[in-house]
């Protein structure tokens, strides 16, 4: 098909079409600056004019001022003859003096204004030396002071002032003219300025707009056209490629489809050219005579050219003429010819030539290809003889509805030598046999014939001329059974040449299977790749979440400092923020761990300690761990163990109670009403005693189609945006490997509506014989001790210096949160970055303890470690592990004195250096814990009795705010149900009259929702009281007891607010169901000076704008469970007072039609997770 030809920019080069887009917007963008630099130079000039004249206004009066005030202190002299009063005078003569100094230069470019200026400091003059002068002289004198006094009251020199002022006013008139002028000129150039910059901006969006849409027209069109072409070239359809001529980068891209294209179809028409060959030939093979074989072949050749008709004629060499032997799709009496002589026709004529004839078009008249339903004439005809090794054995003539392709010549050229070849085959073996039946007739014939001469002996004897007329007759047959049997051995020599095409025949095909079993092995040697590449993936994983780790490690420790504010320059938001920062980073690595159990699993990585597991205490410390949870939400949960169940397992109990675990996590999440139990019985595995773990729930079940994909990673019941139930889908993926992993099966059998059961069969005896530890470093750590490339000089002297603490971590950001948490407590620190830099250090400097990391990029730790235990001037330095492996066993048995798998927390780095003996003792820290239950209160005490901790006890929420307004504390235990005040009262109350210290809220109960998202406005430290409720406990009080704070630094005080003027006090409500989300938006909106409601589902969304009038927006979160933020914002527009309510949707999809879904539901607009804050700000100024 004809192509446009392409223009000179399409030509070009990606890199010179977008070298000239991105030319012309500078152009456009230098050209618009060099202009409004210019409209800014003459604005600054008319506003220096503008500051002269006012200037020169101020100097001007200030100049009339100083000669009034010159002569009010004369006249008061002249009156009273008190010197005193000449001190103005005098004080005015200097001042006019300077001031009509300053005036001269600015007024020295105005013509006009100076002359005026000269004029009053000529009049000035005069009044100064023929008033002032003389009056001053007769005043001094007793006897003239009459004069003065008389020449005042007559208003001498009153004149001259008067001029003065005259002039001055006149001055001023004319810079207040210049002043309206300038200002004009300089509004004039501000105006010309906007209209610049809007020009400007105008023509950069339109230049950007023209060249987003010219690359797509000249690139993102073609390469999506061509892109389109992939699917269709790989089917093997045949498509038009598109810009072939032009000369860039998408030009030559077309022309290499077009390759791929003509490759491809050259490929599939020789595949199906060799694949209809050996059909057709294989069809032959079991033809054991002319008729069948000809039979066969025509079949088979109309067949595969899609022939209406055909004919195969067979060359019989005796009569030396082609006879008609075969036919296909023929009508009654249509062979008008069944036999030929060579060059007699067409197919004479193919035989004499030996080639391939088609005769197209077909003559009127010609036969026609007839079916039920009609005849036509055909398109063409194929003469073609049946040739090989020079010897022509038929021809076959076949009529064709349409022309023949490329392929189907190839196909008839290949078959026609072939079958020519097998069909010399198949007439010699059949002249061969009616040979050898001719040859034994004619034996047996002879042996009776030589029993009747013996019979007949006598008779012969006695007729001599008799016998020796049937000896001659006897002697002719003799020759003739030579003849025969000379002819038998000729009939031999054609056996063995059709033996040998045979064997040829055989070579073919033995060729045929060895290509068949090379593409077997091809396929076996793919199979295989791609289970090394499925291995290959799931090991990439088990690494990467080791390295993923790594700057874990930075953010959870520097967010942990941030929350425990040490340096006491945080407010309480700022921390509640840091700690939140903190807890997400802990989820991350809890997703991570969930990754690297599924990737260890699948990568063959995942480790067995086996050990006995007594199935009773097992099952029973679930039932406690899981009883407070059944007890709020209203379900039933029971353990029951049959009696002939297996007491006692050979297994890995932490990977059994991570399975039963995860199990019944799932079952309370999705059961709202009924009962769960955890069921233990007997079963087998096989022939091998088992025990079966079952967890039936009467929950929402599981739909029968997605059964078979429940323990398939990341497979969700519903991901849809009205989701009910969070998680990430590993957690029967997990249970599903590790099952595996002990041997076992996993089974389940469920009923949507009505609950599900999930059953773990275990054998007795573990499978395995020894506890299985295998373990993986991430890439780049080396867990063997590997060799070092030099060798290290002995021990000398001793190291010298102060004792320093050396850290060994090849991560410079890491290494460097390790050295400052030491370096505030005090400690002296030294690092190195590679294994061999560490041991040089060690040589030179004494050392205290080392933070030693293993995977370093020259040396291995371990060999570190070793060389470290190995130098008698370092062996007694204790030496901590800190490394993203798993491998604490054998840092044991080198010499380490503990082991950190990353990533670490800040604590466990104190812990750490404690440990390597560079602990410094913590300041006794106060602790107020306010609760009215006594037991509960001496059970917390007990908890925190081995923490460097005063607890001081306050049994009811009045004790509680007393001892905060008088006493300082470091930290505050609280818990919400307080007998004497109202829930959360205490906390609101407490934050009201005092500084509120770091808060843990420590619950009997388990809180509604409503209840922590209230408490999340004082702390994100919420523990309920259950089976691992005191190690959550302590390590929450962590955060504030083992704080290493700088002394002496008082509390910095909470930064002010910085509100937007047009959102004070604007109330918005932000719809979501994530706590942490809510948080972090409430703390930032507030902060901007807007107040904050908050709803955690549609349902109470609706409830909060039915309860508040005030509400002038509305943050809504998409994906929420029960009703998601598309089914709210449709319910908000339902009723007329909302309808005009702006609502800014929220969602984490971010996916293409998204913000039209949102638009068409009646959202106002919409913002994508994560949250651009400013982003959000601009859209609040927009619709609040």
């Given at each position: 098909m004809s192509q446009e030809k392409p223009g000179w920019f399409e030509s070009l080069a990606v890199r010179g079409k977008l070298g000239a887009v991105f030319g012309v917007q500078l152009a456009v963008l230098s050209l618009g600056t060099a202009a409004v630099l210019a409209a800014l130079t003459q604005m600054r000039e008319a506003r220096r004019w503008t500051d002269h004249t006012h200037n020169v206004i101020e100097q001007i009066e200030a100049m009339r001022g100083e000669a009034v005030e010159q002569q009010a202190g004369l006249r008061g002299y002249i009156i009273t003859s008190d010197r005193r009063f000449l001190e103005p005078y005098r004080y005015g003569v200097v001042e006019f003096e300077n001031i009509s100094q300053r005036l001269g230069v600015l007024v020295r470019d105005n013509p006009a204004q100076y002359e005026r200026y000269s004029r009053v400091l000529a009049l000035m003059g005069?009044?100064?030396?023929?008033?002032?002068?003389?009056?001053?002289?007769?005043?001094?004198?007793?006897?003239?002071?009459?004069?003065?006094?008389?020449?005042?009251?007559?208003?001498?020199?009153?004149?001259?002032?008067?001029?003065?002022?005259?002039?001055?006013?006149?001055?001023?008139?004319?810079?207040?003219?210049?002043?309206?002028?300038?200002s004009g000129t300089m509004e004039r150039v501000e105006s010309l300025l906007l209209s610049l910059i809007v020009g400007l901006m105008l023509a950069g969006w339109f230049t950007g707009a023209y060249a987003v849409a010219l690359v797509n027209r000249v690139l993102g069109t073609p390469l999506s056209r061509l892109a389109d072409l992939v699917p269709r070239l790989i089917t093997g359809e045949s498509v038009d490629v598109p810009y072939l001529e032009r000369r860039d980068e998408v030009g030559t891209l077309a022309?290499?489809?077009?390759?791929?294209?003509?490759?491809?179809?050259?490929?599939?028409?020789?595949?199906?050219?060799?694949?209809?060959?050996?059909?057709?030939?294989?069809?032959?093979?079991?033809?054991?005579?002319?008729?069948?074989?000809?039979?066969?072949?025509?079949?088979?050749?109309?067949?595969?050219?899609?022939?209406?008709?055909?004919?195969?004629?067979?060359?019989?060499?005796?009569?030396?003429?082609?006879?008609?032997?075969?036919?296909?799709?023929?009508?009654?009496?249509?062979?008008?010819?069944?036999?030929?002589?060579?060059?007699?026709?067409?197919?004479?004529?193919?035989?004499?030539?030996?080639?391939?004839?088609?005769?197209?078009?077909?003559?009127?008249?010609?036969?026609?290809?007839?079916?039920?339903?009609g005849a036509a004439a055909p398109a063409s005809v194929l003469f073609a003889p049946l040739t090989a090794r020079g010897e022509t054995v038929g021809v076959v003539e076949i009529g064709m509805l349409k022309p023949m392709t490329t392929a189907q010549r190839e196909l008839l050229e290949q078959v026609i030598v072939t079958s020519a070849l097998a069909w010399h085959s198949v007439s010699r073996s059949v002249r061969t046999s009616e040979l050898l039946e001719e040859s034994r007739g004619m034996t047996d014939e002879l042996q009776s014939q030589q029993e009747s001469l013996r019979a007949q002996g006598e008779e012969l004897r006695s007729a001599n001329e008799a016998l020796r007329g049937r000896g001659e007759q006897l002697e002719e047959q003799g020759r003739r059974l030579r003849a025969s049997e000379e002819e038998l051995r000729a009939q031999a020599e054609e056996l063995l040449i059709t033996n040998s095409a045979l064997e040829e025949k055989t070579g073919a095909l033995r060729m045929r299977q060895d290509e068949l079993e090379a593409a077997r092995i091809d396929l076996e040697r793919k199979a295989s790749d791609l289970e090394q590449a499925s291995h290959y993936k799931s090991e990439f994983l088990a690494n990467m979440s080791h390295e993923l780790r790594t700057p874990l490690n930075s953010m959870l420790i520097l967010s942990k400092m941030l929350a425990d504010n040490s340096d006491g320059n945080l407010d309480a938001e700022q921390v509640e923020s840091a700690r939140i920062m903190h807890d997400s980073g802990r989820s991350l690595l809890s997703l991570i761990n969930d990754i690297l159990d599924l990737s260890k699993v699948e990568a063959g990585k995942m480790g067995v300690a086996l050990e006995t597991v007594n199935?009773?205490?097992?099952?029973?410390?679930?039932?406690?761990?899981?009883?407070?949870?059944?007890?709020?939400?209203?379900?039933?949960?029971?353990?029951?163990?049959?009696?002939?169940?297996?007491?006692?397992?050979?297994?890995?109990?932490?990977?059994?109670?991570?399975?039963?675990?995860?199990?019944?996590?799932?079952?309370?999440?999705?059961?709202?009403?009924?009962?769960?139990?955890?069921?233990?019985?007997?079963?087998?595995?096989?022939?091998?005693?088992?025990?079966?773990?079952?967890?039936?729930?009467?929950?929402?079940?599981?739909?029968?189609?997605?059964?078979?994909?429940?323990?398939?990673?990341?497979?969700?019941?519903?991901?849809?945006?009205?989701?009910?139930?969070?998680?990430?889908?590993?957690?029967?993926?997990?249970?599903?490997?590790?099952?595996?992993?002990?041997?076992?099966?996993?089974?389940?059998?469920?009923?949507?509506?009505?609950?599900?059961?999930?059953?773990?069969?275990?054998?007795?005896?573990?499978?395995?014989?020894?506890?299985?530890?295998?373990?993986?470093?991430?890439?780049?750590?080396?867990?063997?001790?590997?060799?070092?490339?030099?060798?290290?000089?002995?021990?000398?002297?001793?190291?010298?210096?102060?004792?320093?603490?050396?850290?060994?971590?090849?991560?410079?950001?890491?290494?460097?949160?390790?050295?400052?948490?030491?370096?505030?407590?005090?400690?002296?620190?030294?690092?190195?970055?590679?294994?061999?830099?560490?041991?040089?250090?060690?040589?030179?400097?004494?050392?205290?303890?080392?933070?030693?990391?293993?995977?370093?990029?020259?040396?291995?730790?371990?060999?570190?470690?070793?060389?470290?235990?190995?130098?008698?001037?370092?062996?007694?330095?204790?030496?901590?592990?800190?490394?993203?492996?798993?491998?604490?066993?054998?840092?044991?048995?080198?010499?380490?004195?503990?082991?950190?798998?990353?990533?670490?927390?800040?604590?466990?780095?104190?812990?750490?250096?404690?440990?390597?003996?560079?602990?410094?003792?913590?300041?006794?820290?106060?602790?107020?814990?306010?609760?009215?239950?006594?037991?509960?209160?001496?059970?917390?005490?007990?908890?925190?009795?081995?923490?460097?901790?005063?607890?001081?006890?306050?049994?009811?929420?009045?004790?509680?705010?007393?001892?905060?307004?008088?006493?300082?504390?470091?930290?505050?235990?609280?818990?919400?149900?307080?007998?004497?005040?109202?829930?959360?009262?205490?906390?609101?109350?407490?934050?009201?009259?005092?500084?509120?210290?770091?808060?843990?809220?420590?619950?009997?109960?388990?809180?509604?929702?409503?209840?922590?998202?209230?408490?999340?406005?004082?702390?994100?430290?919420?523990?309920?009281?259950?089976?691992?409720?005191?190690?959550?406990?302590?390590?929450?009080v962590h955060l504030f007891l083992h704080a290493i704070e700088r002394p002496g630094k008082p509390p910095a005080a909470p930064e002010p607010r910085t509100p937007g003027a047009d959102l004070t006090g604007k109330t918005v409500l932000v719809v979501d169901d994530d706590m942490r989300n809510v948080f972090a938006l409430s703390k930032t909106l507030r902060m901007r000076g807007l107040n904050v409601v908050m709803a955690q589902d549609g349902h109470k969304a609706l409830a909060q704008l039915e309860a508040r009038s005030d509400i002038d927006i509305v943050l809504m979160d998409i994906m929420m469970p029960g009703m998601d933020g598309y089914e709210t914002i449709r319910r908000i527009r339902s009723a007329a007072q909302w309808q005009r309510l702006p609502i800014i949707a929220v969602t984490a999809k971010a996916m293409k039609g998204d913000r039209e879904k949102c638009i068409e539901a009646g959202a106002n607009d919409y913002c994508a997770k994560p949250i651009d804050i400013d982003q959000l700000v601009s859209l609040l100024r927009v619709w609040a």
């Open positions: 005069e009044w100064q030396t023929d008033v002032a002068a003389r009056d001053i002289a007769y005043t001094e004198n007793p006897a003239t002071h009459h004069l003065a006094v008389e020449a005042t009251i007559g208003g001498g020199g009153q004149r001259r002032i008067d001029a003065i002022k005259r002039l001055c006013e006149e001055m001023i008139r004319e810079e207040r003219r210049l002043l309206v002028s300038r022309r290499a489809f077009e390759r791929l294209r003509d490759s491809s179809a050259e490929q599939r028409r020789a595949d199906w050219v060799r694949e209809q060959a050996a059909r057709v030939l294989g069809a032959l093979q079991h033809c054991d005579s002319d008729a069948t074989f000809s039979d066969t072949l025509i079949n088979r050749l109309c067949g595969v050219l899609e022939g209406g008709y055909g004919l195969a004629y067979r060359w019989n060499e005796q009569s030396a003429v082609l006879e008609w032997c075969a036919g296909f799709g023929l009508p009654d009496a249509s062979v008008t010819r069944r036999r030929f002589r060579l060059g007699e026709g067409m197919i004479g004529q193919s035989m004499v030539e030996r080639r391939i004839i088609e005769m197209m078009p077909v003559p009127a008249g010609y036969l026609q290809i007839v079916s039920g339903l199935v009773s205490t097992s099952l029973n410390a679930l039932l406690q761990r899981f009883r407070p949870l059944a007890g709020e939400r209203g379900l039933k949960f029971t353990v029951r163990i049959e009696p002939d169940a297996t007491r006692e397992l050979e297994t890995d109990g932490a990977r059994l109670a991570q399975i039963l675990s995860n199990l019944l996590s799932n079952a309370f999440k999705f059961t709202h009403e009924g009962e769960i139990e955890l069921l233990a019985e007997k079963a087998q595995l096989g022939a091998v005693p088992a025990v079966a773990l079952s967890v039936r729930d009467t929950g929402i079940g599981i739909p029968a189609g997605k059964l078979d994909r429940v323990f398939q990673a990341f497979e969700q019941a519903d991901s849809s945006t009205s989701r009910r139930y969070g998680g990430t889908g590993l957690g029967l993926s997990i249970v599903s490997g590790m099952t595996t992993l002990l041997g076992g099966q996993v089974k389940v059998r469920s009923e949507e509506g009505k609950g599900s059961t999930f059953t773990i069969v275990l054998p007795e005896r573990s499978p395995q014989s020894q506890t299985a530890t295998t373990t993986a470093g991430p890439p780049g750590v080396d867990t063997g001790a590997a060799p070092s490339l030099i060798a290290e000089p002995e021990p000398g002297e001793p190291p010298t210096g102060t004792p320093a603490l050396l850290i060994v971590e090849d991560d410079r950001a890491f290494a460097k949160v390790l050295a400052d948490i030491a370096t505030r407590r005090g400690l002296d620190v030294v690092t190195a970055h590679t294994g061999r830099d560490a041991l040089a250090l060690a040589r030179k400097r004494k050392l205290f303890g080392v933070l030693l990391d293993i995977g370093l990029p020259d040396i291995s730790g371990w060999e570190v470690l070793e060389r470290l235990k190995a130098n008698p001037f370092t062996a007694g330095v204790p030496v901590h592990v800190v490394s993203g492996g798993d491998d604490s066993d054998r840092g044991k048995e080198l010499g380490a004195v503990g082991f950190l798998r990353k990533p670490v927390d800040r604590e466990a780095v104190v812990q750490a250096l404690e440990r390597v003996g560079a602990g410094n003792a913590p300041r006794r820290r106060r602790l107020l814990l306010v609760d009215h239950d006594p037991a509960s209160r001496a059970d917390i005490v007990a908890l925190l009795s081995a923490e460097n901790a005063s607890i001081v006890e306050a049994g009811s929420a009045a004790d509680g705010l007393a001892h905060l307004q008088a006493e300082n504390f470091d930290g505050l235990i609280v818990d919400p149900d307080l007998a004497d005040m109202p829930n959360f009262e205490f906390l609101a109350q407490a934050s009201d009259r005092a500084t509120l210290p770091p808060v843990v809220i420590y619950s009997r109960r388990e809180l509604t929702p409503d209840e922590s998202l209230r408490l999340r406005e004082y702390t994100g430290s919420i523990v309920i009281h259950g089976a691992r409720s005191p190690e959550r406990l302590i390590d929450e």
